[in-house]
């Protein structure tokens, strides 16, 4: 059996505002078709963590080598990894004044110097996958939010990147349209996409996942199975923030706890 290939490695990462230690000595290896999941509580560094893989927020200190190549030395130019790593916010990002098909095109026509027919057909192609082709000549404000992250997510993947980073992309929509998002990043990590996910939708995580992190005051506290996280955790940190997720006595219970945004129906997406 083949290994897999190592896809980013992060090893001491450091960040820090105002003198708020946030990320302390993150050390993180991501092989391909890893889904992982970063939970924990709020202001534990997890939107921090993947801000600085994508260098939105530069580190202090220690590497983030992706592909091979450390991007913290400088010598590498970061357009070279913001082409390699796709990265969906919480608030969507889309250009306002633009059509569906313009917002997944404008990126592959200005940053990948594509022609506008290649651009259009690989366009509808990651619409398609996230059921927003029938859309594309809709303007973005005339969207919902669950439609937005989907559209969101197509952009992302029409770079063709080798990492995808979700920052709770599912923090800023109303209830009822979770689940339409959640079952599009579901489809993802079902087709071996590599990804890093900052969720704290528990069911979620444990559903997609191959390893869970738990990240508290800037350190990983647990790094393991979601089966062994979520049913027998080795901290007595995370058996705590389990136990208040889900109102329960141990973290066990966890096993027959109901979906609050159950994935499990899955929404029919237009």
Do not use: W
């Not at 202090?60 to 130019?77: E, F, Q």
């Not at 992190?213 to 790094?223: C, Q, R």
């Amino acid at each position: 059996m083949d290994e897999k290939k190592c896809v980013l490695s992060v090893r001491g990462l450091e960040k820090g505002f105002d003198g708020d230690h946030v990320l302390r000595g993150i050390d993180l290896d991501v092989y391909q078709g890893d889904v992982i999941s970063v939970i924990g509580p709020s202001g534990s560094g997890k939107s921090t963590l993947i801000r600085c893989i994508d260098f939105l927020e530069e580190p202090d200190k220690g590497s983030v080598i992706l592909d091979g190549t450390d991007y913290t030395n400088m010598s590498a130019p970061l357009k070279e990894l913001h082409e390699k790593v796709g990265m969906v916010f919480q608030s969507f990002n889309l250009f306002a004044n633009r059509t569906v098909l313009e917002n997944c095109t404008l990126p592959l026509i200005t940053v990948k110097r594509m022609d506008r027919k290649t651009a259009k057909n690989i366009a509808l192609h990651h619409l398609e996958k996230v059921g927003m082709a029938s859309f594309q000549h809709r303007g973005a404000l005339e969207l919902s939010g669950g439609q937005k992250q989907r559209v969101a997510i197509a952009r992302a993947l029409c770079m063709e990147p080798q990492l995808m980073l979700f920052d709770e992309p599912t923090s800023a929509l109303d209830p009822e349209m979770v689940g339409e998002v959640l079952e599009v990043v579901k489809s993802l990590a079902q087709r071996g996409t590599t990804m890093i996910v900052v969720s704290h939708e528990m069911t979620f995580v444990r559903t997609i996942s191959t390893r869970v992190l738990f990240l508290d005051k800037g350190v990983i506290e647990e790094d393991a199975p979601p089966q062994d996280l979520f049913t027998n955790p080795r901290s007595g940190r995370v058996r705590e923030f389990l136990s208040h997720h889900y109102g329960q006595g141990s973290a066990s219970h966890s096993r027959t706890v109901p979906v609050a945004a159950s994935i499990s129906n899955s929404y029919s997406m237009p």
